[in-house]
């Protein structure tokens, strides 16, 4: 699997990438998973892999993707003769692929038309002098200034050249940013860009967008998703794949999230969309609260007295809940008996079908949500289990002897991660045999999850280390063996496009 040579500029899309087979899920250790049955070796060796991301992907830095595009501006420069920043316009214009590049500008058969077609000025290492400063009265500014510019008849003086970049790269452009002359498309090399702009933050922001516009061109590297973390990934292949970077965030490489599986990356997109908009608030509205008939007020229901008065001062209507009628039509009555037409009904019908899709939504939310939050609540058992660790070390127990509660942590996060992300997929399924299965396969891990949180989280003063070894190695075998029988059944189903979504 190697990391050299080209870069990969073909077009894909997140749906490309739920169909592909992850890998990277880490490989359970065969002394302690003699549980788990034969036939689950190769799957988790084809779905799963070695470690997170080790055999295939690479950690960058930023120097490190620099080296990369200085690289590939070589490797056009033996070929065409232009400067670093000329190939760079083009590269960028090519979305960095060398390969179209040099394709395009051999058919293009007119050297000089094909640089005016990309707007680009200086053509060559010998054309630098095009951007010696003259002396003069800036046309901007009219202050009799050093004036250059890119190559093409327009000058400025520095400073007008600085403010004029500043403005540009605020607005987030850097590698399309044309010459200040009105109505020149000529663009400006980054080199010559960073020498009118001299230090500071948009000297920053400047190449940060163009790292970006380089990053962005090649589905096989992106930018590290964690807050603050700043790494670039490399990975052997574009898709689908589980990525552990260096600052210790697991995402999926393919959508940016965390890593997600059973659910791809369209459903989970769904999920987050539906999860973070106003639809179910829309819907809590549809269930519990009905227009006034009279003004249309929305009015919540806090009691059981079916009189309702609309709170409204210029209204104070007073109507039935149940029919939507008017109150003094029942008279002193407290129930409705009234014959329900057509449209009564049809609206109760949406309400009482508005309330069971709420009812579900939320009985699928509720679950992720508390999974979601146990993932933190774990992250301080594991500085808990570190410290009994250290306190039974320092009673005289060895590191080998301890070290089994890590692989107790380690399970429990694993599965609590994939439980999480059972439910968004859940809640999108159809219900079928193969459903069933699934949410089998659900509680199972459920319980065994529970099981093994359960027992980190005791007491352990007193109790035999031998015995306790073994209780934490079994149940995180179980709990492991449980979670990829689930993954393996979901992998599978999409294999065989088993799957039927509701959306």
Not at 125 to 153: F, R, T, W
Not at 232 to 252: D, E, F, M
Not at 454 to 464: F, I, T, V
């Amino acid at each position: 699997m190697s990391f050299d040579g080209e870069m990969d500029h073909d077009a894909y899309s997140e749906d490309d990438c739920s169909e592909a087979t992850s890998s990277g899920e880490e490989e359970m250790d065969a002394n302690e998973d003699d549980a788990i049955n034969d036939g689950m070796d190769e799957f988790t060796q084809r779905a799963y892999g070695p470690k997170p991301g080790e055999l295939d992907r690479k950690v960058l830095e930023v120097d490190e993707l620099h080296v990369e595009m200085i690289g590939i501006i070589s490797e056009v420069q033996a070929v065409i003769p232009v400067n670093v920043g000329t190939a760079r316009i083009l590269l960028t214009q090519f979305l960095w692929n060398k390969e179209k590049l040099m394709e395009a500008f051999f058919g293009c058969g007119d050297e000089q038309a094909f640089f005016e077609k990309y707007n680009v000025a200086q053509t060559s290492s010998e054309s630098d002098s095009k951007n010696s400063a003259q002396h003069g009265e800036c046309n901007i500014c009219l202050e009799v200034s050093g004036l250059s510019g890119p190559g093409c008849d327009h000058v400025a003086c520095s400073n007008c050249w600085r403010q004029y970049l500043e403005t540009k790269i605020s607005s987030g452009s850097c590698s399309q940013i044309q010459c200040i002359g009105t109505g020149c498309k000529v663009l400006i090399e980054e080199e010559q860009a960073l020498k009118y702009l001299g230090p500071g933050p948009a000297t920053q922001k400047f190449k940060k967008l163009t790292l970006n516009v380089f990053v962005e061109a090649n589905r096989r590297i992106k930018w590290c998703p964690a807050p603050g973390c700043g790494k670039v990934i490399k990975v052997a292949a574009a898709g689908p794949r589980q990525i552990l970077c260096s600052c210790n965030h697991l995402w999926c490489f393919c959508c940016g999230e965390s890593w997600h599986r059973p659910v791809d990356c369209r459903v989970l997109r769904n999920w987050l969309k539906r999860s973070s908009s106003d639809s179910e608030t829309n819907t809590w509205k549809r269930v519990h609260t009905r227009d006034c008939p009279k003004c249309h007020t929305a009015i919540e229901k806090n009691g059981g007295c079916n009189h309702m008065t609309c709170r409204s001062a210029a209204c104070k209507y007073e109507f039935c809940w149940v029919c939507m009628g008017d109150w003094k039509q029942h008279m002193a009555s407290y129930s409705c008996n009234k014959f329900e037409d057509a449209a009564v009904i049809e609206a109760n019908n949406i309400r009482e079908m508005a309330k069971r899709a709420l009812e579900r939504y939320l009985h699928y939310y509720d679950r992720y949500l508390n999974h979601q939050q146990s993932l933190r609540l774990e992250e301080r058992l594991n500085k808990v289990v570190r410290e009994k660790m250290d306190d039974m070390q320092q009673g005289g127990a060895s590191w080998i002897e301890v070290r089994f509660f890590l692989k107790g942590i380690e399970a429990l996060t694993e599965a609590r991660r994939t439980l999480m992300y059972t439910y968004p997929f859940a809640y999108y399924l159809k219900p079928d045999n193969e459903t069933r299965i699934f949410e089998d396969n659900q509680t199972d891990l459920e319980m065994a999850t529970e099981a093994l949180s359960e027992l980190l989280e005791a007491q352990w003063g007193g109790q035999d280390v031998t015995e306790l070894k073994q209780k934490v190695l079994d149940k995180s075998s179980y709990v492991d063996q449980r979670r990829l029988v689930l993954l393996k059944h979901c992998e599978e189903g999409m294999e065989r496009d088993a799957w039927k979504y509701t959306e």
